[in-house]
């Protein structure tokens, strides 16, 4: 079969499509969370989707397929960020604000491989931030909730302005990294043709 | 994403290995894949719209999606719901416990009204009283406190006038029996400070 690009836009669709499906899906010890990106997220992937058709890493858009690919794509980008994105508190606050002012210097630039070496970078460190650093500072910072004649309760609600954590089990953070995986494949399949000669399709162009 | 598009695939020397808009249109791997990608988007938004707890609430939901006015399946979908509640109320959640309760009721008394004998109809009532009459004694739980604080009368009040509905039908006498205990403990539950002790 080859693939041609149309066929790679719906390919891609399809593991968009997954990518969203498993993000947003958080096993818990008695039962399953299913979360939907909000308007943080959303306008974080439209921003991202702009940057990676503008910049030739998701090849532009025509017909059918290739919207469908921009659309699904822009939808499991929230659906990440969603995963990935700080909880609601002052943290959350202070990273995207951080983003959105220096998001155009950081993406803009350089080429579609760069701008995707950036991308991970950022969900390098956006992970390390949600399941690394919030959860040791969570279970350090000032006594535990119901304990120490009510100061464990005003020590939670300190917690609570920080960040509005739930913790995650390994399985969460498993389904999260293949929803991520996803992402990536998809995105290796709607690389924008480098111009040149022979419209190559590599990312290494 | 067509290769048309962009600037490489324009040149003449990449034209027959990337086919125009047209032939794209014909091609029976794309059609396919955008009819899968169709079921798959409605799929996904009818699993985040249920949002099962476990896959046997995913089985039996299927079950009522393929014959949604057919007594059985509701009737399963009803039992399963109450199993759902029963674990929530085991691991402490009774916010979980009360909304399964509350889907368990209305997939009972969904059941009731697709009866096709008396039979049918006697087995729907009994799991929607057992179920109203379950989540009633949950609410009371929720909302009574030592005789010396308040009481939550809106969720006890609330609890009455759930088990004054079950009385309202035709039941088995236990049930019923069940029922007319349970109104007994909220009414007295609802008396004001150290009178909850004394029997009427």
């Known amino acids: 079969m080859t693939w041609t690009p149309a066929r790679r836009s719906v390919a891609a669709s399809l593991l968009f499509l997954a990518a969203a499906v498993l993000a947003g899906v958080t096993p818990l010890e008695h039962g399953v969370e299913y979360h939907v990106f909000g308007i943080v997220e959303g306008l974080f992937a439209l921003l991202l989707g702009y940057l990676l058709v503008l910049r030739g890493a998701w090849a532009a858009p025509a017909g059918v397929t290739g919207w469908a690919a921009v659309v699904y794509g822009t939808v499991a980008t929230a659906q990440v960020l969603e995963f990935l994105f700080p909880p609601p508190g002052l943290v959350q606050w202070v990273v995207v604000a951080g983003m959105a002012i220096t998001a155009w210097s950081v993406f803009s630039g350089g080429t579609p491989r760069r701008l995707v070496a950036s991308l991970a970078s950022l969900a390098v460190i956006l992970a390390l931030v949600r399941y690394s650093v919030i959860p040791v500072l969570w279970t350090r910072i000032g006594p535990a909730q119901g304990t120490a004649f009510g100061l464990g309760d005003v020590a939670e609600s300190a917690r609570r302005i920080f960040a509005d954590w739930q913790p995650v089990g390994p399985a969460g953070e498993l389904i999260g990294f293949v929803a991520v995986c996803l992402w990536a494949l998809a995105t290796r399949l709607v690389w924008a043709p480098a111009p040149g000669p022979a419209g190559s399709a590599s990312p290494d162009a | ?159 009455l006038a759930s088990v004054k509905r079950v009385q309202g039908v035709p039941l088995a006498p236990p049930t019923r029996a069940r029922a007319q205990a349970l109104a007994a403990r909220i009414e007295r539950q609802m008396r004001a400070g150290p009178l909850e002790w004394i029997p009427r």
């Open chain 2, 1 to 159: 994403m067509d290769g048309s598009a962009s600037p490489g695939s324009t040149q003449p020397a990449a034209a027959p290995t990337a086919p125009g808009p047209t032939a794209d249109r014909r091609d029976p791997w794309v059609l396919g894949g955008l009819a899968l990608l169709g079921v798959m988007t409605v799929f996904a938004i009818l699993l985040y719209r249920a949002s099962p707890q476990s896959a046997r609430e995913v089985g039996s939901a299927a079950l009522v999606a393929v014959a949604p006015d057919a007594f059985t399946p509701r009737i399963s979908r009803a039992r399963e719901r109450i199993s759902a509640a029963q674990r929530a109320r085991a691991a402490g959640d009774t916010a979980g416990a009360l909304a399964r309760y509350a889907e368990a009721e209305e997939e009972a008394l969904t059941a009731r009204q697709h009866t096709a004998d008396t039979t049918q109809a006697r087995t729907a009532t009994e799991l929607w009283a057992s179920t109203v009459l379950d989540r009633a004694e949950l609410m009371l739980g929720a909302g009574a406190r030592p005789w010396y604080q308040a009481d939550n009368n809106q969720v006890l009040a609330e609890a």
